[in-house]
């Protein structure tokens, strides 16, 4: 791991790796096209390299002043464990300093991002484009709460 190095702008990249890292980590479907569009349009972005190839990729959004919100944060399987996604985030969060900052994650990352300093919400709504299909998929892992959804404390509000 000797290797890896970090950069933070979107000149000179191989979209098709940032592509391949992205569906290797279950992300996105996105051709190396549209992540071209989708990096490019962010405000701030991490790129993750063994050598000369991407292994790891990062992404925000931000009006640049008080609201951001991270993205598609994914490092190749074999490079986890080794503090280096650690590291991605924190370049991409020293990006967004001085802004409230929300992100979805994989229910099995949710304990790496309180240990960032990160905290659930339970009030954080979200629509996502994806089909009857995919939502029931992400329901089952974890990433949404059954429709209609109610904690205790709501239950005398409706």
């Not at 972005?45 to 002043?65: E, Q, T, W």
């Not at 329901?139 to 059954?146: D, N, R, V």
Request: aromatic share 12%; glycine share 8%; with cysteine.
């Amino acid at each position: 791991m000797n290797n890896i190095t970090y950069k933070l702008t979107k000149g000179d990249v191989n979209w098709q790796e940032v592509s391949d890292v992205l569906r290797r980590s279950g992300l996105s479907d996105h051709s190396a096209g549209e992540q071209e569009i989708i990096f490019k349009n962010s405000y701030a972005v991490v790129f993750v390299y063994d050598k000369d190839k991407i292994v790891g990729v990062g992404r925000a959004l931000s009006d640049g002043i008080c609201q951001a919100a991270v993205y598609n944060i994914a490092l190749d399987e074999e490079y986890q464990g080794y503090g280096i996604g650690r590291r991605l985030i924190a370049l991409l969060l020293d990006q967004l300093k001085g802004q409230n900052i929300i992100l979805y994650t994989h229910p099995r990352t949710v304990a790496l991002y309180e240990k960032m300093g990160f905290r659930r919400n339970k009030t954080a709504m979200c629509i996502f484009d994806v089909g009857k299909e995919k939502q029931e998929w992400m329901e089952q892992e974890g990433f949404l709460l059954p429709e209609d959804y109610r904690f205790m404390e709501e239950i005398s509000r409706f």
